[in-house]
């Protein structure tokens, strides 16, 4: 990240990556409470715990203090919204998510993947010149 820009970033809420994070988070609850019961301790569990490991990673990353802690914490972070991402096309697959909710669903997820893959890029580049 560069200087004035970081400058910006006092905690991890103003973080982009942790702000989408809870937006895909919130999405994920709303509409994993349509599937059946059935899947209460399968999809729906799944799909909420990972969703809310994205932005949690990203917050405790940068709660660590230091950049390698928080390259490895976002790593996570993009590891669990993969995860989620997966588990979204299952339920696709199932039936369990309807179209408008899955094209909400895939765009924030995609917009959330290239917002974290900047954010370890630049914390990698930052890293690099240290």
Not at 127 to 130: E, Q
């Given at each position: 990240m560069d200087e004035p820009r970081r400058q910006n970033?006092?905690?991890f809420?103003?973080?982009i990556a942790w702000q989408k994070g809870i937006q895909l988070t919130l999405l994920v609850?709303?509409?994993t409470r349509t599937f059946p019961d059935e899947e209460r301790y399968g999809l729906i569990s799944q799909?909420?715990?990972s969703a809310v490991s994205v932005p949690a990673n990203v917050?405790?990353?940068f709660g660590r203090g230091r950049n390698a802690e928080f390259i490895r914490y976002v790593e996570i972070s993009r590891g669990s919204l993969f995860e989620l991402q997966t588990h979204g096309e299952v339920a696709r697959q199932l039936g369990l998510?309807?179209?408008e909710l899955q094209a909400d669903f895939c765009a924030l997820a995609d917009e959330e993947d290239r917002i974290i893959s900047g954010l370890l890029r630049g914390l990698k580049n930052r890293?690099?010149?240290?």
């Open positions: 970033i006092r905690t809420r103003d973080l609850y709303k509409f799909m909420r715990r917050a405790e990353g998510l309807r179209d890293a690099n010149r240290s």
